[in-house]
């Protein structure tokens, strides 16, 4: 007998963990347009507007700015094959799962990561990041701008400053901060950047958005040898999606429609209002999440986009974010790596950083909370959180 399959029908849920997060219907309805081909005239206006809403949200002149066909990873991935050799060093700021991500990442292209290490929650120091550059031949510092795995953002002018003086190029993963935490490419002094579309943008997984200035772009050309993926290779990247459109590869279409009406929603809507209702949702959550009595793993610089809190002894993650999830339909996060069970992490990110959803988690959590025996008061945390936004 032929097995039978079902229509999709998804849960509608209400995603605060670290992505993706929930798409604007504009951005739904902007996917489900027709199809064109890629090299499409239509398409190819499309194209040359997407890379200028994304000079706008990066806040750069750079002329290489365009979305890789691949989520952040793949963003991260492109950068450093670009930029890395056999045998080159690189320092990387490791305090969390993604720097490490990219240790691993300079390994496989058969580079020397010189690790700058920081316990996880915590910033990494710029004296230990000139150490590593006085004490190494790197020409390329990489760092996380914001550390997903930990809710800690990066302060990015001081170590820019440290990589110029020694003439090494500033890599910056902005996955969890482009278009919702103060990020501006040249001002700050970062040379190549790289995000996700399905963070602070409301659009689904898939894009990873890229700039390079042409210092970059003149260092990745005149590498020795071939860039050792084809697929991410920006020489060939940058000849599809500059003027002359030479065939590279079928780009996703509906992905590229959904990006352009996310970021034209952010333009419209102006980077510094986004920021500061970033900033005014994080505020809110924290205070609401300390007055229930739970601790914040940074001690500084926390992420506007997403705060991670400690588990409190005694309490199992799981049936936490079980109850979250099966009684009120929220997502929230789970600890990476040596934070595994040990905190939450919750995203408020674009449309998603807004007094209901504030309001709604903690709400949710308080009961979650007193189900696993925890000592909290109804309200408490709300209320804490609503003080906030009546500023």
Known sequence: MKKSYKELSPPQRILLGPGPSNVDPRVLKAMSMPLVGHLDPYFLEIMDEVMELLRY?????????????????????????????????????????????????????????????????????????????????????????????????????????????????????????????????????????????????????????????????????????????????????????????????????????????????????????????????????????NAMGLEILPTENNLPSLTAVKIPEGVTDINVRKTLLNDFNIEIGGGLGELKGKIWRTGLMGINACERNVILVLEALERALRKEGFPTKAGEGPAAAMEVFKE
């Not at 700021?93 to 991500?101: E, K, L, M, P």
């Not at 031949?137 to 997903?148: D, G, K, L, P, Q």
């Not at 935490?181 to 409301?202: A, E």
């Not at 020795?224 to 290779?233: A, P, R, T, V």
Request: aromatic share 8%; with cysteine.
């Open 57 to 289: 949200v990066f806040k750069t002149e750079n002329r290489l700015t365009l979305p890789i066909s691949g989520t952040g990873s793949a963003g991260m991935e492109a950068c450093l094959v670009n930029l890395v050799g056999e045998g080159d060093e690189v320092v990387v700021g490791v305090n969390g799962f993604f720097g490490q991500r990219m240790s691993e990442i300079v390994k496989r292209c058969g580079g020397t990561p010189i690790e700058v290490k920081e316990p996880w929650g915590r910033a990494l120091k710029a004296e230990s990041v000139e150490k590593a550059l006085a004490n190494s031949n790197a020409r390329v510092v990489a760092v996380v701008h914001a550390e997903t795995s930990t809710g800690v953002l990066q302060p990015l002018k001081e170590i820019s400053k440290l990589a110029k003086k020694y003439d090494a190029l500033f890599l910056a993963d902005t996955v969890t901060s482009l278009g919702g935490v103060d990020l501006k490419i040249d001002q700050y002094g970062v040379d190549i950047s790289y995000s996700g579309s399905q963070k602070c943008l409301n659009c689904p997984p898939g894009l990873s958005p890229v700039t390079l200035n042409e210092k970059t772009v003149e260092f990745v050309k005149d590498r020795e040898g071939k860039i050792q993926s084809w697929y991410l290779d920006l020489n060939l990247i940058e000849k599809y999606w500059e003027e002359g459109r030479v065939y590279h590869h079928t780009a996703p279409i509906s992905m590229v429609y959904a990006l352009r009406e996310a970021l034209r929603i952010v333009y419209e809507d102006g980077l510094e209002k986004r920021w500061a209702q970033h900033l005014k949702a994080c505020d809110a959550l924290i205070k609401g999440l």
